[in-house]
């Protein structure tokens, strides 16, 4: 192999304020030895190769599943943890109502404590990772330094990681410094902070994707939301799709909705078979850096390289591609499996399971066989959609942001913000119910603006002040749309198909846009007429139509007054023109 893993040396070219911080941190958690990721095939099939010698991973069935394994986390560990997640700015105020927040010399000495000698025998991996195109303007850099090679592995799916980001810091002088212990795994001594101030992570006690690879949710959205601020750009939690029509004319699409809503599966949209000759490309599925172009349009990267999906629900139908893309080279963490040694989950149509996710064998009286929150972590490459434009260092143009949540009432199946002030309200206002990907209750309706609930680095006052900001940015702004795939009849039955269907949304959204589909007029927005929908091939009845684009202005007259009680909530902080946004809307519903 190219590198010995257990190399402690310095790379040559790792500049001197790097190796400074990797020997004090290395003094203080005192691991057995260091390894400086490169990145490299060779260091990845190791990495798996000790993690299995160690029993925390298991090969699965090399012929049906080949390179694929199965981390089983501990049970206490298999989802965020919103409530021990901190921003830890020098005034409260900066991190808003919106986040919990302590002092940072407090979040210090706490962490101190804990990160003393935690490495002792352990191997301490230091991963520079990229996120973003290594040559893009746009990207931004950052060095994990992590005791957990399953953290190391994912963070190669993940990220652009090892030898050419390293290359890429030393030329920049810059990076977000994330420390990661996994600790014992206790829940009571864990915690995810972050001091967007000095651009540093540290993480405690948690091994779980979105806690501890700290390049995604910790990285691009919480600290890059405070750069993004700073410097004039977005950081979201957004979807990146484009959408070819049969002419061949390529719009994309940047859609926020919060976890475990279907950004994935929206991402990868398999055209239905009444629809030919449409074609779908992935950029994302998560994130999206949005800059202001040098032609006044907005243009996003995907920051990350990979995909750390939700496996439950996904089979041939809702999700080929990422059926597809799974099957070889893909890390489960927390799948059932099948006699066979193959990954089994709920909403896969075929197999059945023998061990539940904890390894136990199966008994539907303990619950799902899958964790709900079970998820599967793959290279963007292997993804049959995967877009070639998501290399572009300078990103893609964004035709139309589209915000949405999972609501069971209320919203419509789509609706168009009459311009940017009022789509920044739009997105101020979302609600959806809580899913499995957070620790916490599920189903229950909470506000989560932009998607961004758990993920903005600062105060959510600040945050829309700064998206009313952005529309004097950029000249050509993209309309912005809100979409609701969940609504459900009297009896809870879903009234829209969903999964590839979803395309004819889309299509709406784009001739939007483009000026070429009518609208009907409503107090919260433009809804397609019938017409203007395409529905060719879809068996639905007109009445459904009907009833999923139907305004009850009784139902959202008091939709509004919560959140105008929410919006009150951030106090003189709310810039003043959202506010005049909400009595325009408040006077439409009169
Ligand atoms: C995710 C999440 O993992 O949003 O993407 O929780
Ligand atoms: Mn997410």
Redesign the pocket.
């Known amino acids: 192999m190219a590198t010995a893993p257990d190399r402690p040396a310095a790379p040559t070219h790792a500049p001197e304020n790097l190796r400074q911080w990797v020997l004090e941190v290395a003094a203080r958690t005192r691991p057995q030895q260091i390894h400086w990721c490169d990145g490299s095939d060779a260091e990845y099939a190791e990495l798996l190769r000790r993690m299995t010698a160690a029993g925390d991973l298991l090969e699965l069935n090399p012929k049906s599943f080949p390179d694929c394994h199965l981390h089983r986390s501990n049970p206490s560990d298999v989802a ?1 943890v919103e409530h021990l997640t901190f921003v830890c700015t020098v005034k409260r105020d900066d991190a808003g109502p919106n986040n919990h927040w302590m002092a940072p010399a407090e979040a210090r000495q706490k962490l101190a404590a804990l990160f003393e000698g935690c490495m002792k025998g352990r191997t301490m991996y230091v991963v520079p990772y990229c996120m973003g195109p290594i040559d893009s303007p746009y990207s931004r850099c950052g060095v994990e330094i992590t005791d957990s090679a399953y953290v190391a592995a994912n963070m190669n799916l993940m990220t652009r990681m090892g030898a050419a980001a390293l290359a890429r810091i030393a030329r920049d002088g810059s990076f977000v410094k994330g420390l990661h212990s996994i600790g014992e795994l206790d829940p009571e001594r864990r915690f995810i902070m972050h001091f967007p101030e000095s651009l540093e992570i540290q993480s405690f006690g948690s091994g779980y ?2 806690n501890a690879l700290l390049g995604k ?1 910790c990285h691009a959205l919480r600290i890059a939301s405070w750069q993004a601020r700073e410097e004039g750009w977005l950081a979201e ?1 957004m979807l990146i799709v484009g959408v070819e029509s049969p002419k061949g004319e390529t719009h994309y699409l940047a859609c926020a909705f919060p ?2 809503c279907g950004k994935t599966n929206l991402a990868m949209l398999i055209p239905p078979a009444s629809m030919p000759g449409w074609k779908i490309w992935t950029v994302g599925d ?1 994130i999206a850096w949005l800059h202001p172009g040098p032609d006044g349009r907005l243009w996003a990267i995907n920051p990350e390289a990979g995909y ?1 999906g939700v496996v439950p629900g996904t089979n041939e139908k809702t999700n080929r591609h990422a059926y597809e893309m799974i099957r070889h080279d893909t890390i489960f963490t927390n799948v059932a499996l099948t006699a066979d040694n193959e990954p089994w989950w709920e909403g896969l149509d075929k197999g059945t399971p023998k061990f539940d996710w904890q390894g136990r064998p199966f008994d539907p009286a303990r619950g799902p066989a899958a964790h709900p929150n079970s998820r599967f972590t793959v290279s963007a490459a292997q993804n049959p959609s995967y877009s070639p434009q998501a290399d572009a260092p300078q990103g893609v143009p964004i035709t139309a942001i589209v915000f949405g949540g999972r609501r069971r009432a209320l919203a419509p199946l789509v609706y168009q913000a009459r311009d940017w002030a009022h789509g920044v309200l739009v997105g101020a206002g979302m609600a959806s119910e809580t899913t499995a ?2 620790t916490g209750d599920v189903g229950v309706v909470r506000r989560d603006p932009m998607a961004m609930k758990p993920f903005a680095g600062y105060n959510f006052a600040d945050y829309w002040g700064h998206w009313l900001k952005m529309g004097g940015r950029a000249k050509k702004l993209p309309g912005i749309f809100h979409v609701n795939w969940f609504r459900r009849d009297a009896k809870g039955k879903f009234l829209w198909p969903g999964y590839g269907e979803n395309l004819r949304v889309l299509k709406w959204i784009i001739d939007r846009c483009e000026g070429r589909a009518p609208g009907l007029d409503t107090p919260i927005g433009a809804v397609p007429t019938r017409e203007s929908l395409e529905f060719s091939g879809l068996d639905i009845q007109p009445s459904t139509i009907d009833e999923l684009l139907a305004v009850d202005r009784d139902a959202w007259r008091r939709e509004v007054a919560e959140i105008g009680k929410y919006l009150e909530s951030y106090g003189n902080r709310l810039p003043g023109s959202l506010a005049n946004e909400l009595s325009k809307l408040n006077s439409r519903l009169d």
């Open positions: 965020r994707g979105g949710k939690h976890s475990a998560d750390f990907a957070a």
